[in-house]
């Protein structure tokens, strides 16, 4: 089993980028789908964006599509989330997840494994 630990996040201003990483330990990477996840103070945990084993298939949310890229490189063992025109909605802690099927999901519970989480905070 995949071990999962982010970096990248931190406070950036409205219009502003960020990129997160994800560093996954095992030898079995390349077989897991992989997504990012956001939970903002008070609210459920929600997806955000996910990528097959290959990398050649992506999904988005509706309200980060043509601002963020998910990424891989299982070369390397790292799932990417390049985030452009940073919004204030966007302010949450952001988790990577894998998931030990080619084909990711949108929903928490098809997850085996989750990062500690790193922050995300957008100012006005």
């Known amino acids: 089993q995949v071990q999962l630990v982010e970096s990248g996040g931190g406070l950036v201003q409205a219009g502003g980028s960020l990129r997160l990483s994800c560093a996954a330990s095992?030898?079995?990477?390349?077989?897991?789908?992989m997504a990012w996840f956001r939970q903002a103070p008070g609210k459920e945990r929600e997806f955000v964006a996910a990528?097959?084993?290959?990398?050649?298939?992506?999904s988005y949310v509706d309200s980060v599509k043509g601002r963020f890229t998910i990424s891989r490189d299982n070369a390397k063992n790292t799932v990417s989330l390049q985030m452009n025109n940073l919004d204030p909605e966007d302010t949450a802690v952001y988790y990577c997840?894998?998931?030990?099927?080619?084909?990711?999901?949108?929903?928490?519970?098809?997850?085996?494994?989750w990062g500690q989480g790193t922050q995300v905070t957008v100012s006005s």
């Open positions: 997840a894998a998931r030990r099927l080619r084909l990711p999901t949108v929903t928490t519970q098809g997850y085996d494994t």
């Open positions: 095992g030898p079995t990477f390349s077989s897991y789908a």
């Open positions: 990528i097959n084993w290959s990398g050649r298939s992506t």
